[in-house]
């Protein structure tokens, strides 16, 4: 079993710049995979970026050039750097960890709240 606890969220101002940590605990050893999801109000939730434990990273088009995802191994934190946000960029966030292969589960956070106003 894994834990994740989000944090970071709150309300900024378009343009504007706010940094997620995503803080793990359990067994982690076994995660291939860690990312951030965002799912804002009558919408699916959807991909913003993932980093594998070899620190290969994938973005969504729509955030490349603006956010960063990390990690701090000592930490077991991952975290999501997002600058020059956007009012439609407005969602709960939600860190994910997965192991793949055979077997394979995924685990949720609760999720933070981003706020962007216009």
């Known amino acids: 079993q894994v834990h994740l606890v989000e944090s970071g969220g709150g309300l900024v101002q378009a343009g504007g710049s706010l940094r997620l940590s995503c803080a793990a605990s359990?067994?982690?050893?076994?995660?291939?995979?860690m990312g951030w999801y965002r799912q804002a109000p009558g919408k699916q939730r959807e991909l913003v970026a993932t980093i594998t434990s070899s620190d290969s990273t994938n973005y969504a088009d729509s955030v490349k050039g603006r956010f960063t995802i990390s990690r701090d191994n000592a930490k077991n934190t991952v975290y999501l750097q997002m600058n020059t946000l956007k009012p439609e960029e407005a969602a709960v966030y939600y860190c994910?960890?997965?192991?793949?292969?055979?077997?394979?589960?995924?685990?949720w956070g609760q999720g933070t709240q981003v706020t962007v106003s216009s």
């Open positions: 359990g067994s982690i050893v076994s995660i291939n995979l």
């Open positions: 994910n960890a997965m192991r793949l292969g055979a077997g394979s589960v995924q685990f």
